[in-house]
């Protein structure tokens, strides 16, 4: 399957919004197909929802192609995006190059996301792109720089910070980014960034001005114990598995299961 990353930048430019969806296995990777979404991110915000862990920092390489295979082996026609986990990019470009190809080559999917605009990064991320390794980047709340951060606070709101994150986008752009996931910034920074930049921002707890909008699919269906503040919920799926279960264990306790 040949998937044409230039067609989201088309898409902006005929004013078409993008919807993108994360998936973690089979089973999730085939709704967020059957419902239309046009990208698929296998990302690594599964750490915490999926695998328990309070940030995304853990995840581990051989997990997300693990988790990627599965949800590769649902998917015909969407393009699939993988995030690097952390430290897999960061010491070098060619521990990224290998990073980035790893996925390629082991799983289908056909582009990876990559966190973070300083200096270093692009010129890191710009040597995945000139490896013909199409990378959406990712500004503002950058979860794997939770630490940095010290908690996964809104970003982007002193005009110096603002003014750092703007500039990271374009740099990403001239990288040659095929599109920017903006994460929980002020809503008119995401649309100044959205405005000056040819490239889709695909926003996330980052007002309606971006050119696409991200969920977190646990998030969406009403999954976790916990949710982002930014996160939409449209269905509580949480409490209805839970209740099926609970009719289980008494249906069988009390000797009603039949089948
Ligand atoms: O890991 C993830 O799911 C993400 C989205 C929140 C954009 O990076």
């Known amino acids: 399957m040949v998937v044409n990353v230039h067609q989201f930048a088309q898409w902006k430019r005929a004013g078409r919004t993008i919807a993108v969806l994360t998936a973690w296995d089979y089973l999730s990777a085939q709704m967020v197909q059957a419902a239309g979404t046009d990208i698929v991110l296998v990302g690594d915000s599964m750490a915490m929802p999926v695998m328990g862990h309070e ?28 995030d690097l986990p952390f430290l897999t990019y960061h010491a070098s470009r060619s521990a990224a190059l290998l990073a980035a190809g ?100 695909i926003g996330i707890g980052a007002g309606p001005g971006c050119d696409g909008q991200v969920l977190v699919t646990s998030d969406l269906w009403g999954l976790s114990e916990w949710q982002p503040p930014f996160a939409k919920t449209y269905v509580n799926l949480r409490e209805q598995a839970i209740e099926a279960a609970q ?13």
């Open 55 to 82: 940030t995304t920092i853990p995840l581990t390489l051989e997990e997300i192609l693990h988790h990627t295979k599965m949800v590769r082996r649902a998917i015909q026609n969407t393009l699939v995006v993988v």
């Open 247 to 259: 009719q289980f264990c008494e249906e069988v306790r009390s000797h009603q299961f039949k089948l």
């Open 102 to 201: 790893r996925v390629l080559k082991e799983t289908g999917a056909q582009a990876v996301k990559m966190e973070g605009g300083y200096p270093d990064m692009v010129e890191t991320i710009a040597s995945v792109v000139r490896a013909g390794i199409p990378v959406m980047g990712h500004v503002g709340l950058t979860p794997q720089s939770v630490y940095t951060f010290g908690s996964f606070q809104k970003q982007g709101k002193t005009d110096e910070d603002a003014k750092r994150i703007l500039g990271e986008a374009i740099a990403l752009e001239d990288a040659g980014v095929f599109s920017i996931v903006l994460e929980h910034i002020p809503s008119d920074l995401a649309r100044k960034i959205s405005e000056k930049l040819t490239i889709p921002t």
